[in-house]
């Protein structure tokens, strides 16, 4: 394992040491540095716990290893990542921190701080050393570099963060703007912030595992790498980045990664590249999870080998959720897409639970699915495929009834009644205690506008193939329902 010093000026500064942002951005970084199209180093700036003694042990070098399926190839590669310069702590080690924001070589901002990290705190202040919020540390470290660059535009930074939510740069630099009002930090301030700092929109996606579980996994790894790594980091070889900058070329410039032929995509608008994840990724996995797991499957991959769940997946995916998406991206580029996510959910060192996925499924579904069944309808079709999801779900809530224990349904594996517990909200669980036994309750199910925003209903064509796949699942069987729903499908 190279342990050499890396001699690479600090461009990025890194909020967040976690298994994603060393296997995914810092991956790629290293990437782009070994490919000559890119020459910096990361400095990791950690805010939770304690410092990882790793890191110093091993001068910040540490193993990524993708493992998966890629165009038809099993896939077990390891790469070794130098492109982290250093790990330092905000509170333990704040002077230091603070004093990268003199740095002149710093161009780029990362971060990766869960879906909460990127919220306003009212009770952060100006004084603290640090502040407790991500936004607020952002903030006091900006008007460092605006006062130690004398408010030079040349000096700003290029924001990049990965966070799970929607506009995730507009919703950061709000939050900065907010607070640096608060603090009193100035007009000039302030619109050094809007003008020489640029904050862009991102979307990322790859699956992380990190560090092994089981013992005997990692020290089987070790073996074949020929040295011990307390940093390994496993993920899946499937990874996209899409960043929206109001300045492409800027963004371009400093973080230019896509010159490695790394998979980042520089766009305007990220909107469509957003559906099209949450329509076919996350649309395929709410489509057929819960109708795969009551017919007694357990996890993801051995449903992509299944031979009615599998043609049921395909008719969903390539018949009813990729026409929706026609004229929002080139035809091509969805089917090379989809056919991606197949080999991601054939991947055969990942096993992803399918009880896990069923978490809150009544919240996924409507955003996930529903949106293609509108479009569809729209396009005068009937999506009988992702109808028939509808249906699957409501058998999943519907066999459940609270306990003791939460709210326990019961499926047949392997000719055995077999317990399984459902977590979602409240709501939804109090409706189907209330009415699961009820022979109207998948009209009620999809009457529910507290559920949807409307009443399912009203689509054209849903109601009456719906009520017809409730009722075969109950009668025949999930899987005798499910080949008639990839029949219908494929007749179109």
């Known amino acids: 394992m190279n342990t050499n010093p890396s001699n690479r000026p600090v461009r990025v500064l890194q909020f967040g040491q976690g298994n994603f942002l060393r296997a995914f951005c810092d991956d790629f970084i290293d990437r782009a540095n070994e490919a000559g199209v890119y020459d910096g180093s990361i400095v990791i700036a950690q805010s939770v716990g304690q410092k990882n003694p790793a890191f110093a042990a091993q001068n910040c070098r540490y193993t990524t290893v993708l493992r998966g399926k890629e165009n038809g190839a099993v896939i077990n590669s390891a790469h ?10 905000t509170s ?40 407790a919020g991500y936004p607020a540390k952002l903030t006091k470290f900006l008007y460092a570099r605006f006062d130690a660059f004398d408010g030079d535009a040349s000096h700003g930074l290029v924001v990049f963060p990965t966070e799970l939510i929607e506009n995730n740069g507009d919703t950061l630099r709000t939050c900065i703007l907010r607070h640096a009002e608060d603090w009193q930090l100035g007009k000039a301030f302030c619109d050094w ?5 640029m904050f862009c929109n991102t979307l990322v996606d790859r699956i ?22 307390a940093l390994l980091d496993l993920a899946e ?20 990664l896509h010159r490695a032929g790394l998979p980042v995509i520089f766009t305007d608008d990220l909107t469509p590249y957003r559906e099209r994840k949450v329509r076919i990724l996350n649309g395929a996995h709410t489509s057929f999870v819960p109708a795969a797991f009551l017919a007694g499957e357990e996890i993801v991959r051995d449903c992509m080998a299944h031979p009615v769940i599998r043609p049921y997946i395909d008719a ?43 978490l809150n499924s009544v919240s996924k579904w409507k955003a996930r699915v529903l949106p293609s069944v509108l479009d569809a309808v729209k396009c005068g079709t009937t999506p009988h495929g992702l109808i028939f999801s509808f249906a699957a779900l409501c058998v999943f809530y519907a066999r459940a009834n609270m306990t003791e224990d939460g709210f326990v349904g019961m499926r047949e594996v392997d000719g055995k009644p077999t317990p399984y517990t459902i977590s979602d909200s409240g709501e939804v669980l109090a409706f189907f205690d209330a009415y699961g036994n009820a022979e109207d309750v998948l009209l009620r199910f999809a009457a529910n506008t507290a559920f949807w ?20 699942i109950r009668r025949d069987g999930v899987l005798s329902a499910m080949q008639k729903a990839v029949s219908a499908s494929q007749k179109g």
């Open 193 to 197: 912030v809007e003008h020489a700092c």
């Open 453 to 472: 925003g409307m009443n399912l209903c009203e689509i054209d064509g849903f109601a009456a193939p719906a009520q017809m796949y409730y009722d075969s």
């Open 316 to 358: 969903c995916v390539y018949r009813e959720i990729i026409p929706t998406l026609y004229g929002k991206l080139d035809e091509a580029e969805l089917h090379s897409f989809a056919a991606a996510v197949c080999e991601r959910f054939e991947n055969p060192f990942i096993d992803h639970a399918l009880i896990s996925i069923c």
């Open 92 to 131: 333990e080690d704040y002077d230091t921190f603070m004093e990268y924001a003199a740095c002149p070589t710093l161009e780029v901002i990362l971060s990766n701080t869960t879906e909460a990290g990127i919220v306003y705190h009212e009770a952060d202040t100006y004084s603290m050393t640090p502040p």
């Open 208 to 229: 992380v595992t990190g560090y092994p579980k089981k013992k005997e996994d990692a020290d089987a790894i070790f073996e074949k790498l020929g040295y011990t790594d």
């Open 237 to 256: 070889p499937f990874g996209l980045w899409v960043i929206e900058a109001p300045d492409l070329r800027r963004a371009e410039r400093v973080l230019p």
């Open 80 to 89: 070794t990542v130098t492109s982290v310069h250093a790990l330092i702590h």
